[in-house]
């Protein structure tokens, strides 16, 4: 049973355009998400982060949004740099301090 | 500051051969500990978790074994190991969270590339 989904696989975006990478889960119990940046044969960095409180935190060129609601989650990078084209992975922390990840997002930044 | 090391980069194993990939942290106290493995469309697959010395959170049913033998160090094992457990292992450790905020995201290791042959 996943917890964390992340449904697209890969996305392409325009160098320059804004990137919107998407992140459902069920478990209405998670009071933190997260988002983490990773390319290939290292660790995931961490990006930026939001607590179930908060609908919206903004840090750079980087965005995430909450929708309680509806379960859902974005992460917003604009405008979109070659830097930026890596697996990006939504994570979700529940009240016993476990972190489930999604199956990750390719981001790939055309030229 | 707060660094985590963990051991080694890359691995060759035989299939039915033992397995112990360490990792330890340092310049923190009492840290929350996180084995992960990535495998391809699988994501970062949570296998253990450790809130303190002794307590081990298994995530999946499996061939492998966590332990926590001191307060900053994070061992995963095997007796024998598969051919699908090949895959890059990551060890992540964060601070305590606070009921108020959580102010302390996972930190990773460089991960281990385990092969098994």
């Known amino acids: 049973d996943q917890q964390v989904k992340q449904n697209s696989p890969s996305l392409s975006v325009q160098e320059g355009r804004i990137s919107i990478l998407n992140c459902d889960y069920t478990?209405?119990?998670?009071?933190?998400f997260l988002w983490y940046k990773k390319y290939p044969a290292e660790g995931p960095t961490f990006l930026i982060s939001?607590?179930?409180?908060?609908d919206k935190n903004e840090d750079g060129r980087f965005t995430v949004f909450l929708n309680k609601s509806a379960k859902h989650l974005s992460l917003h990078i604009v405008p979109s740099q070659p830097g930026d084209s890596a697996v990006y992975f939504c994570?979700?922390?529940?009240?016993?301090?476990?972190?489930?990840f999604g199956k990750g997002t390719r981001l790939h930044i055309l030229p | 500051s707060q660094t985590i090391h963990q051991w080694p980069a890359t691995l060759v194993q035989p299939v039915g051969s033992p397995l112990s990939l360490e990792c330890t942290v340092e310049?923190?106290?009492?840290?929350?500990l996180y084995w992960y493995r990535q495998a391809a469309g699988r994501g970062l697959q949570l296998l253990f978790y450790?809130?303190?010395?002794?307590?081990i959170s298994s995530e999946v049913p499996q061939n492998l074994s966590a332990s926590r033998p001191q307060d900053r160090q994070f061992i995963l094992s095997s007796k024998k190991l598969l051919l699908s457990d090949s895959g890059f292992y990551l060890c992540?450790?964060?601070?305590?969270?606070?009921?108020?905020?959580?102010?302390?995201?996972?930190?990773f290791g460089n991960g281990t590339r385990l092969t098994v042959t």
């Open positions: 310049g923190t106290s009492n840290p929350n």
């Open positions: 992540a450790w964060t601070g305590v969270f606070s009921s108020s905020s959580y102010n302390s995201p996972l930190h």
């Open positions: 939001i607590s179930s409180i908060k």
């Open positions: 450790s809130v303190g010395i002794g307590q």
């Open positions: 478990n209405s119990m998670f009071d933190y």
């Open positions: 994570a979700a922390i529940d009240r016993d301090d476990k972190i489930i």
